[in-house]
């Protein structure tokens, strides 16, 4: 009897230091308050990303961002609460509108070298403030599900200002898979077409990848009480988090862009998502893009890819 409550205890020891290790990797992860004081103090940039954040295409959109100052605006919605988002009208009548989608630890500003090109071809940009991040008044990521009900959320507001709307999402990274699941939804006609810029298949795959070539950390059995927490917590399920079968179910005209240096979130993802994707579709793999920096690696090549994919469809 003592070995089997000495075997017990230890159990219960075991599990509750996995729960607390899941516990301490949930708030590091997805509470933007912890997230942002760490990447503040401790992340270093590289000389890589200097190259990108340092060029002339997205400083000089990122001063077009700033400069055309953007209407604030917040909009309460069921299920999400009050949200926000910058809006840029363009100077003439239009019914051609973009939402664009920002990743993760970031803010609706670095979408400006997407807003930008669109704003410039006549369409009203949108670009929210995904949960926890920028102007969203809530404290916790969910890597693009809850993100989805913000992305309805701002459709239903782009056809209510304008019945006769032709909807464009744009998405980069966690961006690019709110997008995704987005169009997994009972979407309005009147939304056209999408684009994903370099998003994952699926939430495990995407921390499991992560947690063993970034932290070092074994999947099984943190990951499973990172999700574990996270479920406790009324947040989301990691499983249940997953482009790849959103897209079986899109009838959205979708192009799928990615960068082939990118080693966050895997290249061979875009392909895996461009052959589950029921909708009709395109894709376009851009030669040494890391994460997130195809559009500024090689930007003719990108936005060839964007505009002929839109052509005729809004």
């Known amino acids: 009897m003592k070995t089997v409550k000495a075997l017990f205890g230890a ?22 308050r912890v997230n942002r004081f760490f990447v503040e103090r401790f992340k270093k940039p590289t000389d890589k990303q200097d190259d990108v954040y340092g060029g002339d295409l997205y400083v000089g959109a990122q001063r077009w961002f700033s400069e055309n100052k953007g209407e604030d605006v917040a909009i309460t919605s069921p299920g999400t609460g009050r949200i ?28 400006a070298v997407f807003a930008k090109h669109f704003y410039e071809k006549g369409f009203h940009c949108v670009c ?3 949960r926890g991040w920028g102007n969203d008044e809530t404290s916790y990521c969910s890597m693009g599900w809850r993100d989805k009900d913000v992305l309805l959320a701002w459709i239903r507001y782009a056809v209510a200002e304008d019945p006769d709307a032709e909807i464009l999402l744009h998405g980069y990274s966690m961006g690019g898979v709110t997008t995704l699941l987005a169009t997994g939804e009972a979407l309005p006609p009147n939304v056209k ?35 574990a927490v996270s479920k406790l917590r009324g947040n989301f399920d990691f499983r249940k988090n997953a482009p790849i079968e959103a897209v079986r179910r899109s009838v959205t005209p979708t ?31 851009i030669e040494g893009g890391l994460h997130a920096t195809a559009v500024v ?18």
């Open 84 to 111: 926000h988002a910058y809006l840029f009208h363009p100077a003439e009548e239009t019914h051609k509108w973009a939402i664009c989608c920002h990743g993760y630890n970031s803010a609706p500003s670095s979408t």
């Open 297 to 314: 690696k090689d930007p003719d090549t990108y936005w060839a890819a964007v505009d002929a994919f839109l052509e005729g469809r809004i």
């Open 255 to 285: 192009v799928f862009l990615h960068g082939t240096a990118d080693d966050f979130v895997s290249f061979s993802m875009m392909d895996r998502l461009y052959e589950a994707c029921a909708a009709p579709k395109a894709k376009q793999a």
């Open 193 to 227: 077409a999408a684009v994903s810029d370099c998003a994952f298949t699926t939430c495990w795959e995407q921390f499991t990848n992560v947690m063993r070539s970034y932290a070092h950390l074994p999947p099984f059995p943190l990951l499973y009480a990172v999700n």
């Open 11 to 32: 159990s219960a020891a075991a599990t509750a230091a996995v729960m607390g290790a899941g516990a301490l990797i949930y708030e590091g992860a997805l509470n933007t």
């Open 128 to 130: 929210p403030s995904l």
